[in-house]
């Protein structure tokens, strides 16, 4: 032992060689290790920039959404565009009036976000953005949605829309760590009048019908307007009538209604309801019965 220890012949050239080797080896290996560490910090910070880009984007459609103003008072008329990827509506801000169009061009993966002024007109449903339609800006980037619908409706009709889901997924880095992600919001459109509900219960009471429409209802509380319709009846009672309503087989109109059929058997009645705004709706029809000579019920 005391003579290893007293030895001062050094080491080989093949011992240094491989010890530098060693040492190239596990410094190569921490380095890429912490290149790449560095790489996926930088993807992660880049997708989550992306993800609060969405959020920011979609809050700003929701506020512009909770604001529609209808060209037509009560009328449900301010939703112009429902598409997948193209919504056109119109809002009001503080100031002004305007139409707004969120629409997704797929190629360059941006959620574009434009304005219009009165007069108003339609973009081009070939164009997002169109250039010619107003002021434009980029809303939200790295939308990867492809033929995934960004927006969805609770209607097919625009004037029936009361709900809008908005739904983009973001991707900084496609085909690679960290995968998509996808962000939701929904909106109701407490601006966009609804169409009421019919309802109505029917009895005989001796050769008549008793009609009574108290069930109906508004969904914004305002007053409606009864009309009551016989299958059978040939010429119409009820003049003048509105001209959203049917205008032929009326018999009579007011919340409650007693109807004398002009002949006992059984009659179809139907019941029309009108809000202020002129949106209708009717009920199912129901099979009455009335008695009288030589009819049993």
Known sequence: M??????ESGVTIVELLMVIILVGV???????????FERTTATNQRQNDAQDQVRGGVTALARE??????PTDQLPEAVV?????????QSVNSTATRRVRYCLNAT????????????FSLPAASSCPDASWGTQRNAVENVVNASRPVF???APET????EISASIWVDVNTGKPPTETALQTSVFLRNQNRSPIARFTASVSGSAIVLNGSESDDPEGKALEFYWYDAAQATNLCTPLPAEVPQT???????VFNYSPSAAGTRQVRLVVRDPSGLTNEATAQSICVPGVGVMC
């Open 159 to 162: 004037t029936a829309i009361t």
């Open 152 to 154: 969805t409706y609770n």
């Open 2 to 7: 005391r003579r290893l220890i007293a030895d």
């Open 249 to 255: 087989g009326c018999v009579g109109a007011g919340i």
């Open 26 to 36: 596990i410094m190569g290996a921490t380095l890429t290790t912490f290149t790449q």
């Open 108 to 119: 360059d993966r941006r959620l574009w976000r434009q304005v219009q002024v009165a007069p």
């Open 81 to 89: 565009r429902a598409d997948p990827a193209d919504l056109v509506f």
């Open 65 to 70: 959404l909770r604001n529609l103003a209808s």
